[in-house]
DNA sequence: CCCCAGGCGGTTG
DNA sequence: CAACCGCCTGGG
């Protein structure tokens, strides 16, 4: 029997369901890097994939070989037409909508993502790479999938363990101390992120705003992408510019209800674009 | 060199 | 309550 795909590339979906450059530069998650022929690697759950476009197809290639794990990751079992309908009735957020089509909410693992977050306050996107990927050079567990090398995102655990000079290395500055009562928060089982997951949304969110460290922009982003409350609509500065000068008086996130969050995808993502080509 | 970045916690009026 | 300020660090 000979081979057709070669290389054990699999189909994922199509490249209109899931468009990779929005989903991975939309600053939803920071492990995701794309080489200059524009194949995306990242590690996800200790799973390491790549991923690219081939003509209209995306095309998958993983250490797990398990593409129900990666459709579940990239929320492919959602249908998102049926929040595109009621999204419309927003000036600015139909025309989002038709601009950020193809970006996907990723559903990510709970205590990565709350790390990242909490990293991600008051900081630059390329530098809040670079503090996540030192985090896991330095203590997470280095795997090999063919020739490619990688690291797992460290556990609570091992990031608790960690003395004031190893955290250090990771140049957190002053977030440092915040990763450390969230490290210390989900190790001790003082706060359980599973545990969040079937909890409300306001009753996870006053839990996760118990850490030093966590206020409502971060908690927002920890419901959305990772403990799957579609209904989190996290207000950045981005967002907060669209509310003023691009969405009406009277539109309020809530009114969209478990839509929210992906409406608040796209609205960073257009907003941010927009100001990308002015300048 | 300066400016400030996808916030938060603490203090003050 | 809102307004302000300091915080580590380094990208631009």
Not at 115 to 136: A, E, G, T, W
């Amino acid at each position: 029997m000979i081979e057709i795909f070669n290389d054990n590339w699999e189909k994922l979906c199509s490249s209109y369901e899931l468009d990779l450059i929005k989903t991975f530069e939309c600053g939803q998650c920071f492990r995701w890097n794309a080489d200059n022929c524009g194949v995306y690697s990242g590690v996800v759950r200790g799973h390491f994939a790549k991923i690219k476009n081939e003509n209209c197809d995306v095309l998958i290639k993983s250490s797990n070989n398990d593409i129900e794990f990666w459709k579940n990751y990239f929320d492919l079992n959602s249908d998102y037409e049926l929040a595109h309908n009621q999204m419309r009735k927003e000036e600015y957020l139909k025309k989002s909508v038709e601009f950020g089509r193809g970006i996907r909410i990723l559903k990510q693992e709970a205590w990565e993502t709350l790390c990242s977050f909490i990293v991600s306050q008051c900081n630059n996107i390329p530098r809040i790479k670079k503090i996540i990927r030192s985090l896991c050079e330095l203590f997470g567990e280095k795997k090999q999938f063919e020739e490619d090398f990688y690291y797992t995102f460290p556990s609570a655990g091992s990031v608790f363990k960690l003395n004031s000079d190893e955290l250090g290395r990771i140049k957190a500055g002053y977030r440092a101390a915040y990763i450390m009562s969230a490290a210390e928060a989900v190790s001790s089982g003082n706060i359980n992120l599973d545990y969040l997951k079937i909890l409300n949304y306001n009753d996870a969110k006053k839990k996760l705003m118990d850490i030093n460290g966590v206020g409502e922009k971060v908690a927002n982003c920890v419901l959305l992408f990772g403990l799957n409350k579609t209904e989190a609509f996290p207000e950045d500065v981005w967002i907060k510019k669209a509310l003023k000068e691009k969405l009406s008086p009277d539109f309020d996130p809530k009114s969209l209800g478990e839509y929210a969050g992906l409406a608040q995808q796209y609205i960073f993502y257009t907003i941010r674009e927009e100001n990308r080509i002015k300048s």
